[in-house]
Every structure is written in structure tokens, then in C-alpha cells.
């Protein structure tokens, strides 16, 4: 089983907003990662998680607040977002951060108006 | 910069012939490899990995690595109309603790039936 979860999967928000988006993974796997993708570009990496430490934060804007409250589950709380931050949320995740391989959750398509 | 680069297409090739899809990479340390299949609106599917020079199959779908010319592909046989989607290649990024990957822009690829 290579699933990962992600909720909600789709979400419209204003910019003075509060949300999260949720991701769970039954794996095992130890890393973690938040993915940012627009529209016909690849994902941009945001975040990584290793054994529930946060071991790279891609110089992201503090308005996305990423969060691994055990090992399966990984969040990221957004608050005062801007309407360029609209895109496809994608959260993976691997057996650890060595060179293994990642698997994607489905996403979630964020609207900010 | 640690840049992948792929031919973005749209390439199209007619039912029940041979997908070429090419990836170059610009860090020489790089150990793993990976082809992901993203249909529009969806997220990334991973088709293929591979770590060693030579090919790699699986089914109809074919990877070739040569990391002395830095050139990563894929072939897809019997092409069908299900396999048009973006097929991103993405390159493990060598060096540090941290392990992240890099990926290309994509290649767009549409079998006409």
C-alpha cells in the first residue's frame, strides 16, 4: 500500500482566513514533505520533515505554518494568505530522507480570494 | 543551481507506437532518478525509479540512465491514449543531509488514437 491521504480536497479561503490542510500516511515511512504546484509548472518543494523534525524549510513565507504532530500525520496551517498563493498543495512522503523514493498524496487545490 | 531540464513538448505520437521521453541533469553527484505521470488536475504518479546505468523495465514502460552523459529517459511501448498526461522527471539532489529532489518542467505527451 503506497497511499497517502490529504483533506480537504479542494478549499476556497479569504486572505484574513485561518485554515489547515491535513495529510496521513500508514506506511511507516519517517519523511514527510509539503509540495507546492501552479499550474503547468513542477512541484516546488516547501518543506521536509525527518523523524518528525523539520529538516528543510525551502525559505517559505511564514504565513504557511507546517506541523508533524506524530509520525504519520503532517499539517500545514495557513493564515493571511494571498491570492498568488493559489495552487495545487501536494503532500509525499518516503521510507526516510536517504535516496528513497516519494510518493504523492491526490492534493489539495487551494483558492485564495 | 542544480537544474533538470526536459523537451516540454507537447509531443505526440500516434496509438501503438513509441513514447521518447529525455531528461538532462546538471549535478554529476545525483544517485536516483525517478519518472512521475501527472494527469491535468491530479498529482504525481510514480512510473518509474531507477539508480543504476543501463535500462530498467517494467511492463510497457523502459528507463534508461547514462550518468556519464548525465541523460536520464523513458520509453513508453504500445503507446495508448491513457498514457497522455505530463511526465515529470525528477533528480535526487547529491551532497548535504538533506535530501531533496529536483524536478524538470515536464513533458507533455498526447497519443492520438
Given at each position: 500500500d503506497t497511499e497517502v491521504t490529504q483533506t480537504p480536497k479542494h478549499l476556497v479561503m479569504g486572505?484574513?482566513?485561518?485554515?489547515?490542510?491535513?495529510?496521513?500516511?500508514?506506511?511507516?515511512?519517517?519523511?514527510?514533505?509539503?509540495?507546492?504546484?501552479?499550474?503547468?509548472?513542477?512541484?516546488?518543494?516547501?518543506?521536509?520533515?525527518?523523524?518528525?523534525?523539520?529538516?528543510?524549510?525551502?525559505?517559505?513565507?511564514?504565513?504557511?505554518?507546517?506541523?508533524?504532530?506524530?509520525?504519520?500525520?503532517?499539517?500545514?496551517?495557513?493564515?493571511?494568505?494571498?491570492?498568488?498563493?493559489?495552487?495545487?498543495?501536494?503532500?509525499?512522503?518516503?521510507?526516510?530522507?536517504?535516496?528513497?523514493t516519494q510518493y504523492f498524496g491526490p492534493g489539495t487545490r487551494l483558492t485564495v480570494l | 543551481q542544480k537544474e533538470v531540464e526536459q523537451n516540454s513538448g507537447p509531443l505526440s505520437v500516434p496509438e501503438g507506437a513509441i513514447a521518447s521521453l529525455n531528461c538532462t541533469y546538471s549535478d554529476r553527484g545525483s544517485q536516483s532518478f525517478f519518472w512521475y505521470r501527472q494527469y491535468s488536475g491530479k498529482s504525481p504518479e510514480l512510473i518509474m525509479f531507477i539508480y543504476s546505468n543501463g535500462d530498467k523495465e517494467d511492463g510497457r514502460f523502459t528507463a534508461q540512465l547514462n550518468k556519464a552523459s548525465q541523460y536520464v529517459s523513458l520509453l513508453i511501448r504500445d503507446s495508448q491514449p491513457s498514457d497522455?498526461?505530463?511526465?515529470?522527471?525528477?533528480?535526487?539532489?547529491?551532497?548535504?543531509?538533506?535530501?531533496?529532489?529536483?524536478?524538470?518542467?515536464?513533458?507533455?505527451?498526447?497519443?492520438?488514437?
Open positions: 486572505m484574513t482566513n485561518k485554515k489547515s490542510l491535513k495529510c496521513e500516511q500508514h506506511m511507516g515511512h519517517r519523511a514527510m514533505y509539503w509540495y507546492k504546484q501552479k499550474a503547468k509548472k513542477p512541484p516546488e518543494l516547501m518543506f521536509v520533515y525527518s523523524y518528525e523534525k523539520l529538516s528543510i524549510n525551502e525559505s517559505v513565507p511564514s504565513r504557511f505554518s507546517p506541523e508533524c504532530p506524530n509520525s504519520s500525520l503532517l499539517n500545514l496551517h495557513l493564515h493571511a494568505l494571498q491570492p498568488e498563493d493559489s495552487a495545487l498543495y501536494l503532500c509525499a512522503s518516503s521510507q526516510d530522507t536517504s535516496t528513497d | 497522455s498526461a505530463t511526465y515529470l522527471c525528477a533528480v535526487e539532489n547529491s551532497g548535504g543531509s538533506n535530501y531533496k529532489l529536483t524536478f524538470g518542467k515536464g513533458t507533455l505527451l498526447t497519443v492520438n488514437p
